[in-house]
């Protein structure tokens, strides 16, 4: 009997994350996680905590309770050192892009190799190329951004945030702002750097069919808290009604008890009278 192929192993462990901004909760007791080698896609609302989580994922931000494991490290429990040396095995690419304007493309693809090695610069110069040529920009290097259309960009920072060949990568909205094709080619580009570099990508994104092009399981936030998380096949089937409003971009109008909209009508003033003495 043949045995049944082990489970890839869980480079990213969320367990009951709590997250508050000053007296607000952001994130209620979430729990996911993200497997070796798998694509998962953050979708949720505005407001919805998405990027909030990526954040603390990329152990930027301090939950207020839970705990996040990655690549079984406790992020709580690493002093300065190792949460530096730690993020050298991690590659982000950010919504905008954030290249250094006054740097060339190669030089801004360059940079974690000279803050973070000692390697010659030959070698770094060969590494840039090597970069470039899986993002599809081989002989841009000596280009400056402002030179660079909109995916161009998107893609050079795709470079420099692999260049490291990290484990895990972290992308926000890479699709934002670009047209329909572009969009498409990028959601592409990130399917062959998971293929050819065996790397986690974690994806936040809006755009239901750029996840349902790249995702193997897509996590759901509604107001904080984990509505769903499971394959695109599951979450196309999914019965629930705000699964199928997202789905099918319809809004939902909250409903409120007439003694609590009278309630939220009248706090600011009896707050108010109370603060003037009336």
């Not at 040529?133 to 920072?157: C, T, W, Y």
């Not at 490291?164 to 047209?179: H, Q, R, T, V």
């Not at 695109?232 to 809004?251: A, F, P």
Request: aromatic share 4%; proline share 3%; charged share 25%.
């Amino acid at each position: 009997m043949t045995p049944a192929n082990p489970a890839p192993a869980k480079v990213i462990e969320v367990n009951d994350l709590v997250t508050h901004y000053g007296e607000r909760k952001i994130l209620n007791a979430v729990s996911m996680d993200v497997r070796d080698g798998e694509i998962m896609v953050i979708m949720g609302g505005s407001g919805s905590g998405k990027s909030t989580l990526l954040r603390q994922m990329m152990a930027l931000e301090q939950a207020t309770s839970g705990s996040i494991k990655l690549m079984g490290q406790d992020v709580d429990k690493m002093n300065i050192r190792e949460m530096f040396e730690f993020r050298k095995k991690i590659g982000v690419a950010f919504q905008g892009g954030a290249l250094f304007s006054s740097m060339t493309v190669g030089e801004n693809i360059m940079l974690p190799l000279v803050e973070h090695t000692k390697l010659d610069s030959k070698t770094m110069e060969i590494m840039v190329r090597m970069k470039l040529q899986v993002v599809d920009l081989a002989g841009f290097e000596n280009l400056m951004p402002s030179e660079l259309s909109g995916g161009m960009v998107k893609r050079a920072a795709f470079a420099r945030a692999i260049i490291m060949d990290p484990k895990i990568l972290f992308c926000d909205e890479p699709s934002a702002g670009l047209d329909p094709v572009i969009a498409s080619a990028l959601d592409d580009l990130i399917l062959r750097m998971r293929d050819a570099l065996g790397m986690s990508i974690i994806v936040v994104t809006h755009e239901l069919e750029s996840a349902f092009k790249i995702a193997d399981r897509i996590t759901v936030l509604d107001k904080g808290t984990i509505l769903f998380i499971g394959t695109v096949d599951e979450l196309r089937s999914s019965n629930k009604v705000r699964i199928q409003n997202l789905l099918n971009r319809r809004t939902e109008e909250e409903t409120l008890d007439p003694d609590e909209y009278l309630r939220r009508l009248t706090s600011g003033v009896e707050e108010i009278a109370g603060n003037t003495g009336l």
